[in-house]
């Protein structure tokens, strides 16, 4: 039961902000604790040394507490970083997922919660745990990489200098970021989280815009309390209660004078209404939540980059989508 628990943990994390990314086309404090640009976090950051399709990266400015009954211990755990690393494979992605926890105990106790089963893999190294799931070469082309320590810096060029474009700092603190190469093993992954007819509606919008890459950033002004949210949604009141929001950027490899009118055409056809700021356009559309909460989605399209603002708060997705490029 804590195996089954401890994984819902790790990947719903990747699982939110991956539908986050797809649906939304449709620092000092912040990740690092790195002031600037969300880039120059994000390339201070150490990953296993392969191909990486999927990247997620979570940290806060404190250790993020984790309530005890959501992983079933008798106590709270603290957590520092979460990362999960996805890869191609032969049939499917393969997934390795890195935790650092604030103490070596905390570390041991949930190492000895988490079951092995078949095709999954725990190493525990002093307050690290480390996870790999799947099979074949890429699988252990990450245990390798893990075993060996064998990491390097982040030095994808192309999504540094696209994720550049995001804010990170002030009240737009980025607590966790999302980077999404959408090839057909990351849509198989994400076909199993949303229904066919949802499903084939988005890869339709997928081949107009063909993404090069597309990257989720939550943020939040304040440190987020994970027990606060929890009891948010036991009680049915939602995310509009959370000061959090979530920055998608979408970049097509088509040029701007062909992705500006068909994003355009797509927003207007699936309801948004475009609203004018005193520099640019927004599309603005207002999302019913299953709980009956308002969640406001805010799109900017920019030449070849698609960006939407999703958050409870309308006011947050403002601030949001108004403070890409600054």
């Known amino acids: ?14 699982i939110l902000l991956i539908l986050f990314s797809v649906l939304a086309i449709g620092c000092s404090g912040g990740i690092e604790q790195v002031t600037g640009t969300s880039s120059d976090a994000l390339d201070a950051l150490l990953v296993p040394d ?24 008798s106590h709270d755990i603290k957590v520092d970083s979460l990362a999960i690393w996805g890869l191609p494979s032969e049939e499917d992605l393969v997934f390795g997922a890195g935790l650092t926890f604030a103490s070596s105990s905390d570390a041991s106790e949930i190492y000895s919660a988490i079951v092995s089963e078949e095709n999954s893999w725990k190493i525990l190294r002093d307050n690290k745990i480390y996870i790999v799931r799947g099979s074949g070469t890429s699988a252990e082309s990450l245990k390798s990489a893990i075993l060996n320590n064998n990491f390097k ?32 093993q990351v849509l198989d992954f994400a076909e199993d989280y949303i229904g066919d007819e949802d499903f084939e509606q988005i890869t339709g919008i997928l081949k107009l815009l063909n993404p090069d890459v597309m990257i989720g950033g939550l943020y939040s002004p304040h440190q987020i309390n994970v027990a606060k949210a929890v009891e948010a949604f036991e009680n049915g009141v939602g995310v509009s209660t959370l000061d959090v929001g979530v920055l ?48 406001s989605v805010l799109a900017r399209v920019e030449d070849n980059r698609i960006f939407a603002a ?16 600054k």
Not at 166 to 173: A, D, I, Y
Not at 262 to 279: I, N, Q, R
Not at 288 to 293: E, L, Y
């Open 1 to 14: 039961m804590r195996a089954v628990l401890v994984r819902k943990l790790f990947f719903s994390t990747l």
């Open 50 to 73: 392969t191909d990486l399709e999927l990247y997620v990266y979570a940290k806060q400015e404190r250790s993020t507490s984790i309530p005890a009954e959501i992983i079933n211990l």
């Open 153 to 184: 810096y982040y030095t994808d060029r192309n999504v540094l200098e696209t994720v550049s474009m995001l804010p990170n700092g002030g009240r737009t603190k980025m607590i966790a970021i999302t980077v999404v190469k959408p090839s057909q």
């Open 248 to 295: 998608v950027l979408v970049k097509s490899t088509l040029p701007g004078f062909v992705v500006s009118p068909v994003a355009k055409g797509l927003l207007v056809d699936h309801g948004f209404t475009e609203v004018k700021f005193s520099e640019f356009s927004v599309y603005k559309w207002l999302w019913t939540a299953p709980d009956n909460s308002k969640i």
């Open 310 to 325: 999703v958050s409870g708060q309308e006011a947050y997705a403002e601030t949001l989508i108004t403070s890409v490029y």
